[in-house]
T-cell receptor, first 114, second 114 residues
Framework: AQSVAQPEDQVNVAEGNPLTVKCTYS??????LFWYVQYPNRGLQFLLK??????LVKGSYGFEAEFNKSQTSFHLKKPSALVSDSALYFC????????????FGSGTKLNVKP | GAGVSQSPRYKVAKRGQDVALRCDPI?????LFWYQQALGQGPEFLTY????????KSGLPSDRFFAERPEGSVSTLKIQRTQQEDSAVYLC????????????FGPGTRLLVL
């Protein structure tokens, strides 16, 4: 079965500090991993994805994520948080043999305080 | 360019009514997905179209749910005899191709069944 887990419902960080939003996955075969952000009353916006290659993936708005196969993790990171980064973040996985389906985590609410 | 649009943005229905939710994908996108997002949860896959063909409807929760994309562009998700448990945000997403493509999401339709 394919799944992702986001162990933290909420992450609080001060503006200017580094942030990490955690994601672990369970998938048969090579995973395709994605991060999306959701602002209130808006659809999900794509941040970045890992398909193959370099384990460190850079995405939109200064975000990056590190794929770690041994730990089955794909944590989202940013060196310096902004108040405007406050939103709901979703990790998603897509299986190689069933690329029609995305499996989303339950989401992590990021609060960046001034 | 224009993104994915959905209408209506909000829908209130009485239990037992039928509803129809519309999705206009990005022009030229082959793939179209429907998701259901319950409050506080991540999106859950409902169904997938490649052009006009519905290739996967394994996520539809009951036979009251029906989706179509007759001309390979606009799609409609229909829910018959709505129940309170159908209350959720229904998200539509499209992607350019049929492989491991980034999905672009619409703003969603928030359905409330009273």
């Amino acid at each position: 079965a394919q799944s992702v887990a986001q162990p933290e419902d909420q992450v609080n960080v001060a503006e200017g500090n580094p942030l990490t939003v955690k994601c672990t996955y369970s998938v048969s075969g090579n995973p395709y991993l994605f991060w999306y952000v959701q602002y209130p009353n808006r659809g999900l916006q794509f941040l970045l994805k890992y398909i193959t290659g370099d384990n460190l993936v850079k995405g939109s708005y200064g975000f990056e994520a590190e794929f770690n196969k041994s730990q089955t993790s794909f944590h989202l990171k940013k060196p310096s948080a902004l108040v405007s980064d406050s939103a709901l973040y979703f990790c998603a996985v897509r299986a190689l043999y069933n690329f029609n389906k995305f499996y989303f985590g339950s989401g992590t609410k990021l609060n960046v305080k001034p | 360019g224009a993104g994915v649009s959905q209408s209506p943005r909000y829908k209130v229905a009485k239990r037992g009514q039928d509803v129809a939710l519309r999705c206009d994908p990005i022009s030229g996108h082959v793939s179209l997905f429907w998701y259901q997002q319950a409050l506080g949860q991540g999106p859950e896959f409902l169904t997938y179209f490649q052009n006009e063909a519905q290739l996967d409807k394994s996520g539809l929760p009951s036979d009251r749910f029906f989706a179509e994309r007759p001309e390979g562009s606009v799609s409609t998700l229909k829910i018959q005899r709505t129940q309170q448990e159908d209350s959720a945000v229904y998200l539509c997403a499209s992607s350019l191709g049929a492989g491991v493509e980034t999905q672009y999401f619409g703003p969603g339709t928030r359905l409330l069944v009273l």
